[in-house]
């Protein structure tokens, strides 16, 4: 498991950096590299429950948001949002930005639930 923690830890520090260059990079950077920390301190056997359940409470409100945006790309086809950089429509941006925090979301849960086991 440390192996696959570092892993994670390695990925979200590598999601972060490439935000870098985004022009709301400052909203974006934050939550990949908290997420690359609690990977580290899970890779060191340091887990934080409290820290994950305020992250993933926080991530699922901002994903919420962004779920009419979601609504809009299934309704026009789920039309790809890999294609290239550069955004046709704004909600391909967003289904990006979506599927950014569901990624924190899904790794902060994980987190969470070894925390809560670990914790018993």
Same mark, same amino acid.
């Given at each position: 498991?440390?192996?696959?923690? *570092? ?17 709301? *990079? ?10 690359? *920390? ?8 340091? *887990? ?73």
């Amino acid at each position: 498991m440390k192996i696959f923690h *570092y892993f994670l830890a390695f990925l979200f520090l590598v999601f972060a950096l490439v935000q870098y260059n985004d022009p709301d *990079y400052y909203m974006w950077m934050p939550p990949y590299l908290l997420v690359a *920390y609690i990977s580290l301190k899970a890779a060191l056997l340091k *887990y934080h429950k409290l820290w994950c359940g305020m992250l993933l409470f926080l991530f699922g409100v901002w994903m919420s948001l962004y779920m009419p945006h979601i609504y809009q790309w299934f309704k026009d086809g789920m039309p790809s949002i890999a294609e290239s950089m550069k955004a046709e429509s704004p909600y391909i941006e967003l289904a990006r930005e979506f599927f950014g925090l569901l990624l924190c979301f899904i790794a902060t849960g994980y987190f969470f639930i070894l925390a809560s086991k670990s914790s018993k």
